[in-house]
């Protein structure tokens, strides 16, 4: 079915577009004929309602036939065929018309001969301009399918980066820990699977809850504190009104885990990662903040996994998704806006 008659809004509008249309037709029928204003609107709105009609059938013929995949002689013939035949149906209706209201309009039928040629015309020329308008519109949402085709490849991509960047850091955790505490780097193992069972079937979806990344981040942490025990302390402060807000899968957890990395990992006595997130109005701002040893080597700003988050943000968001870095008195902190989007986990 033609998308204009699913859709209730672009219905309205395309009826409305016929309105200047209608007043064109009586306009002309008046100077052309003579007509009076009943008589050129009795004509006038039959003639415009079935061209209406016909010019949403071009749709299927532009889609049958591809303007840059079909010869030119083809398109020029074929349209210019379908129009003869689509002025040829709409002025059948408007004899049609004329005839049944010949004894309200007396001569009607009659006088509307000589302005069925420039009807003819005019019905032509707009079903041709039907044509044009059907494939401009089939080559934006051509364009705008290869964009959101684009778009999801790239997701999918920066999306596979983060299962192996997590695990093998992971595995370097287990791999320190089996020469110092082996029951610790069993229990290790347990939480790990644990993490990588719910990331992988998380990872599949496109959206997923608020609540349910935040819940995956905190399993990521349940990892780590294995390995650092009191070292590592955490505090949260979150929205409740953020839990139902869609954002992409894994988004959280790179930021923990760059924390952990850069952060808690290279003090000795280890330090607190504060998450907070809060809701305002149709955006969703989650912040993490963590200590860090600023005559470290490795600058805290490295790492795929901020980049990640950035490159998801803009090409899930748009300019609508940021992520800003800031650091002040020995403090990392991660703060990102994104818009609150509700009803769109799959």
Known sequence: MHPIVLNRRSLFFYLVVWIPLVETAVVMLSLAGHFSSEESWALALPFTLGLAIICLSPFYMCRAMPFDRTPVWRLLGSHLLAAMAASGL???????????????????AR???????????????????????????????????????????????????????????SL????????????RAREMCIHLSDFLRTSLRLGERITIPFAADLELARTYLSVEKVRFGNRLR????IDPACADCDIPPLLLQPLVENSIKHGIAGLVEGGEIHMSAKRNGKSVYFMIEN?????????????????????RL????????????????GQFRVTLSLPCEKGRTV
């Open 90 to 108: 709409v002025l059948a209706g408007v004899n049609f018309t004329a005839l049944g209201m010949d004894r309200a309009l007396p001569g009607l």
């Open 111 to 169: 006088r509307a001969g000589p302005v069925m040629p420039l009807l003819a015309l005019f019905a032509i020329l707009i079903y041709l301009l039907s044509v044009g308008l059907h494939y401009a519109g089939l080559a934006i949402e051509s364009s705008r399918r290869a964009e959101l085709l684009a778009r999801d490849a790239e997701l999918k991509a920066l999306k596979a980066q983060i299962n192996p960047h997590f695990l093998f850091n």
């Open 172 to 183: 370097n955790s287990i791999s320190a820990l089996t020469s110092i505490d082996p029951s």
């Open 234 to 237: 955490v505090k949260e402060e």
């Open 291 to 311: 200590p860090f040893d600023p005559d470290a080597k490795e600058n805290p700003n490295s790492g795929i996994g901020l980049k990640n988050v950035r490159d």
């Open 314 to 329: 803009a090409t899930r968001f748009g300019a609508a998704g940021k992520i800003e870095i800031s650091v002040e008195q």
